[in-house]
């Protein structure tokens, strides 16, 4: 260990209620034993949220199986203690080592679900879809406590209710995919919580939510805390939650625990290089023009040949027009509730959309999930047809309406314009090595031999600072973070002048998305390309945009230069936005009171932004390309 500040309050005052002491966890691996945690040690007390930081691979997530003894099968606990200090009701206190638990034991299954619970990152994936939220949050219940069909029902609605479903007595028959991303998350939490457990293992509670969404769970998390009296043990990579969340802190870096103490003395004055690097590596509103993260580990790329073989844009062709011209977009979906009245129900998905993006601009597209930024970039693509507008690009002095190609010309445009993909597990086939993605795009237009194939696949990995020697591999045997570096060549692959890259590094460590970034930014400079970024996380569009929009309920409600937006936010959904930002400074909490979800609805925006669905507003420009939408009336 590099440093340890052994600053933790003192035992006799905070009562402990777990404590982990000198824990190793090991796979069995084709024969050989793989260590995963090594001699992790750490204290978490009574009512208190320690919080575990690190990247992907720390052993974050298998220590907390660990304690709920739900490690898979082939991974053990080969050395050290997990002391738990639990107090039944009507019972004496009593300490239980769960490492000496058999995880199917009727102790353990005691203590998991009703004494220790978790909420774990994809609750799409951990719900069941054919199940009722009354039946899989109530199933705890019933497996935990002696009660009546009745009383089950009774918990449940009370605890949807607690976490903050807005109609709590239909939410009881839903279903999983009949709800958000946010409210899937709170019925992970009313899963979690229906016994009232003593510990809350909150494992990456908000890595894939908006960060109003987030924000808000944060919230709920600290309030049902604080009214239950539980502990949390809060595992994540975002240092603004720790910020907002935390009153220890334990940093590990490859299984091992490098740095631990209060989160004041961690944030204040952190002693392990790993910590200061992962300090550095997050995105900031106050970075100066031209400043770049530091990664841990940085990206040498190689651009020198895709610069040679392309044609820089003359000055009359970047002139001419804008490199994409999106005039009156729309898409409209049509839902038939009610058909016995012939009634249909009408979803603006991409309403009136109207933008400009000049050549060489990296313009950064930013809302919560369902403002219609996804829909909008398969407009773009072709993907989905629109429902009205004009989509007309800047083919070097060429303007084509990309909503008259037919087939063939559309397949041939494709080479212009490249998308990359949020998830890169699931855009890149698990069936093709690395060559054979590489490679697919010449094949689709039938350019070049297998030779030219094989030397320019080659010549994408260096460009993306990746080793040749990779080709062969398949995309499971990579990290995130280098799965995204292979869509991002691929991408580049064709020579494109224009990218589309939707929440590229969404699903990333804050070190690795710092290397992305960076990547991203010198192949922009290097090759002289157009970006348009679309995430909701403001700092990183911050970092990488020169220009923003910001995108509510299918509009743009505001377009700015990154320094006025951030400066001198105009409409109230942009405010709400930056309200709820969770910043790694402990100066800067988050303040739960702006959070409101009628930021959401144009009906409730204070004039002159209040909208009604038949009036969808006008840009007016408040400053230098600074413009807002109000209310034409």
Known sequence: MYAEQQTMQDPAIEEPLLEVQNLAVSFMVHGSEIPAVKDVSFTIPKGKTVAIVGESGSGKSVTSQAILGILPSNGRISRGSIQYHCKPKNKPAQTVDIATLAPTSDAMRHLRGDEISIIFQEPMVSLSPVHTLLDQIGEALKLHKQVSKAEVRTAVLNMLEKTGFPDPEKALNQYPFELSGGLRQRAMISMALICQPALLIADEPTTALDVTVQAQILQLIKSLQSEFGMSVLLITHDLGVVANMADDVVVMFHGEVVERGPIDALFNNPQHPYLKA???????????????????????????????????????EREQAPHLSIQQLGKDYYSRHGSWQGKNSVVHAVRDFNLDIPVGESFGLVGESGCGKTTLSKMLMRAISPTHGSIVYNDRGTSRNLLELDDSSLRDFRQKMQFVFQDPFSSLSPRMTVLDILCEPFVIHGIGDSTFHKQRAKELMALVGLDARFLNRYPHSFSGGQRQRISIARALALQPDLLILDEPVSALDVSVQAQILNLLKDLQRDLNLTYLFISHNLAVVDYIADRIGVMCRGQLVEIAPRHSLFQNPQHPYTHALLAAIPYPELERPLDYSQLDRRHMEPTHWPCPYRLSEEDAGILKEVGPQHFVREATQ
């Open 278 to 316: 992962l300090f550095s590596a997050i995105p900031t509103f106050d970075m100066a023009d031209g400043a770049r993260l530091t990664s841990l580990r940085p990206v040498e790329l190689d651009s020198h040949f895709l610069q040679q073989q392309r044609d820089p844009w003359s000055q009359q």
